[in-house]
């Protein structure tokens, strides 16, 4: 089992930057790609970023060049750095992992709040 937990979530106006962290823990060596989605109201979830194991990167198209995703392996920790924050992308986050075996993981989520 893996166990995620994010933290960074908040209220922030449109324009200004907030990282989101999140944290995993339990079977973490069978982690293979980590990422974050988001979900607004009415909408589907959809993948923000992702960080596969070999450090290839994913990015939706709405947010190449604003957001930049990490990974620090020391820590167990995903970040997702947001800069030049829009309305459209207040959604509630979650953090994604899946492992080698193919199971997916999945964080409680944390609200991002963008005001015009």
């Known amino acids: 089992q893996v166990q995620l937990v994010e933290t960074g979530g908040g209220l922030v106006q449109a324009g200004g930057s907030l990282r989101l962290s999140c944290a995993a823990s339990g079977s973490i060596f069978s982690i293979n790609a980590m990422g974050w989605f988001r979900q607004a109201p009415g909408k589907q979830r959809e993948l923000v970023a992702g960080?596969?194991?070999?450090?290839?990167?994913d990015y939706v198209d709405s947010v190449k060049g604003r957001f930049t995703i990490s990974r620090d392996n020391a820590k167990n920790t995903v970040y997702l750095q947001m800069n030049s924050l829009k309305p459209e992308d207040t959604a509630v986050y979650y953090c994604h992992a899946d492992n080698i075996e193919g199971m997916d993981y999945w964080g409680k989520g944390t609200l991002v709040t963008v005001s015009s």
């Open positions: 960080i596969h194991s070999d450090g290839r990167l």
